[in-house]
């Protein structure tokens, strides 16, 4: 079973060179820590940054540059800020190859809830909603199960969707899936973890064919 900083190491292997990607909040914006050296990406955040880097060390932080998670980053050679109408011109223009969010739930159609639970005060979608109309490829990086171990991978999503139709893959601390017109495929599993259990965390419809590999790191 993977943690956290192991989601987001496998997915930085998705990320191939000459990327534009957009980090989400939470778990995606610890990938920009584990992307290849041997290839270039520019990693773009709607508050106005392109070309962040890995998060700075202990006692190096800046509170000037953060991201729109409002954590401390740092920024590669050449990296540049503007406004967010500019930053979301970016997006809306489909300017972004990647997109990795984080979600409450995702549905075996590709529809993402990740902005809000009904009874509880929000200040607003934020730029989910331009980032999920517009990005061309969208990971969602998510735990499989919530805190009373019930099943995020749905039929269909309980809470006020973000998307409809939009994730193409999920990485969780179980499994990699990906998500097609039959539902989500197994495609990988995390070392240790059966099929069987992730048959029995995933709500939704789970395709398995053939042998189920191990994710390699």
């Known amino acids: 079973m993977l ?15 000459g990327y534009y990607v957009n980090l989400g909040i939470g778990i995606p914006t ?5 992307v290849r050296d041997d290839i270039e990406v520019e990693f773009q955040s709607e508050n106005g940054v392109l070309g962040m880097g890995p998060f700075p060390f202990e006692g190096e932080e800046d509170p000037d540059i953060i991201n729109a998670g409002k954590q401390t980053i740092t920024t590669l050679p050449g990296a540049s800020f503007f406004d967010s109408a500019l930053s979301f011109s970016m997006i ?6 990647l997109t990795i969010l984080g979600a409450m739930e995702v549905a075996e159609n590709g529809d993402i809830a990740n902005w809000k639970i009904p009874g509880y005060m929000v200040k607003g979608m934020g730029g989910a909603m331009d980032l999920v109309a517009s990005a061309q490829n969208i990971i969602v990086a998510m735990m499989h199960t919530n805190k009373k171990g019930e099943s995020k991978l749905l039929k269909r ?5 973000t998307g409809v139709g ?3 893959k999920i990485v969780t601390n179980l499994a990699v899936i990906e998500v097609t017109d039959k539902g989500f495929k197994l495609l990988e599993r995390a070392p240790g973890v059966s099929v069987e259990t992730i048959q029995k965390a995933t709500e939704g419809t789970l395709i398995v064919e053939n042998e189920v590999p191990e994710m390699v790191f």
């Open 3 to 17: 943690d956290k900083t192991d989601i987001a190491k496998r997915i930085a292997q998705d990320i191939k060179n």
């Open 30 to 34: 610890m990938v920009a820590n584990y």
């Open 92 to 97: 809306r223009g489909k300017h972004v190859d």
């Open 157 to 161: 999503c309980s809470l006020p969707l």
């Open 166 to 168: 939009c994730v193409k």
